[in-house]
C-alpha cells in the first residue's frame, strides 16, 4: 500500500525566512509525486510533477526536489500570500492512476 | 474558460437524506476522480471513472455512488447509508496521457 508523510504538520516562519517541507514516502512503481498548494476553503492547486530521483522544479519562491524515498519543497524568502497548506502525494505503479496524500503542511509566514 | 466546476459550494442535509453532488469538467479529461476531506487527514479517494460508463470503488466507497453518463460529467450520491458525510469533497480529473490532476473548488457538506 503506498504511503506518504509529510512533516513538519505545522511551519511558521518569518517573511524572508527560507525553509523546507518534506514530503516521505513509500510506493509500488513511482509513476509521479505531485505537490499542491491548498488554500483555506479551496481546491488543491497544481504545483509541480516529479517523475524521477534527481529531478528538480521550480517556480517562483519554490523549488521541489526528488530522492528515491522522500521529496523537499524548498521556500526561498517566503512572502506572507505563500501562506497555505502544502499537499504531497504520490501516483503508484498501478492501472488506476490512483493518488495517495499525505495530511499536508500548514505554512504561515509572517510579516 | 476551461475547468472544473463543483456544485454546489456548501450543501446541508438531513439524517437519512441521499444528496447529490455536482462534478463538470470543460477539459476533455478522460479520468475523473471524488476525494473527501477531513480535517487533519489527507485527502481520500471515494470513486474514480477513467472511462465513459466505468468506474470503479476508491478506498471509502460505502456510504456513496457515482455515474458517469457523459465524459463532462461525474455526479457523486452521498446516501443515507454514510454514516459520518459532514466534510469537504474534492472533484478532480487529468488526461489519459498526462497524470497531473486538476481539482475543483469543492463542496463542503454538513449535516445538519
Known amino acids: 500500500e503506498d504511503q506518504v508523510t509529510q512533516s513538519p504538520e505545522a511551519l511558521r516562519l518569518q517573511e524572508g525566512e527560507s525553509s523546507s517541507l518534506n514530503c516521505s514516502y513509500t510506493?509500488?512503481?513511482?509513476?509521479?509525486l505531485f505537490w499542491y498548494r491548498q488554500d483555506p476553503g479551496k481546491g488543491p492547486e497544481f504545483l509541480f510533477t516529479?517523475?524521477?530521483a534527481g529531478e528538480e522544479k521550480e517556480k517562483e519562491r519554490l523549488k521541489a526536489t526528488l530522492t528515491k524515498k522522500e521529496s523537499f519543497l524548498h521556500i526561498t524568502a517566503p512572502k506572507p500570500e505563500d501562506s497555505a497548506t502544502y499537499l504531497c502525494?504520490?501516483?503508484?505503479?498501478?492501472?488506476?492512476?490512483?493518488?495517495?496524500f499525505g495530511k499536508g503542511t500548514l505554512l504561515t509566514v509572517n510579516p | 474558460d476551461g475547468g472544473i466546476t463543483q456544485s454546489p459550494k456548501y450543501l446541508f442535509r438531513k439524517e437519512g437524506q441521499n444528496v447529490t453532488l455536482s462534478c463538470e469538467q470543460n477539459?476533455?479529461?478522460?479520468?475523473m476522480y471524488w476525494y473527501r476531506q477531513d480535517p487533519g487527514q489527507g485527502l481520500r479517494l471515494i470513486y474514480y471513472?477513467?472511462?465513459?460508463?466505468?468506474?470503479q470503488k476508491g478506498d471509502i466507497a460505502e456510504g456513496y455512488s457515482v455515474s458517469r453518463e457523459k465524459k463532462e460529467s461525474f455526479p457523486l450520491t452521498v446516501t443515507s447509508a454514510q454514516k459520518n458525510p459532514t466534510a469537504f469533497y474534492l472533484c478532480?480529473?487529468?488526461?489519459?496521457?498526462?497524470?497531473?490532476?486538476?481539482f475543483g473548488q469543492g463542496t463542503r457538506l454538513t449535516v445538519v
Open positions: 502525494a504520490v501516483q503508484g505503479g498501478g492501472s488506476n492512476y490512483k493518488l495517495t
Open positions: 510506493v509500488s512503481g513511482l509513476r509521479g
Open positions: 516529479l517523475y524521477s
Open positions: 477539459l476533455n479529461h478522460d479520468a
Open positions: 471513472s477513467q472511462i465513459v460508463n466505468d468506474f
Open positions: 478532480a480529473s487529468h488526461r489519459r496521457e498526462s497524470p497531473e490532476a486538476f
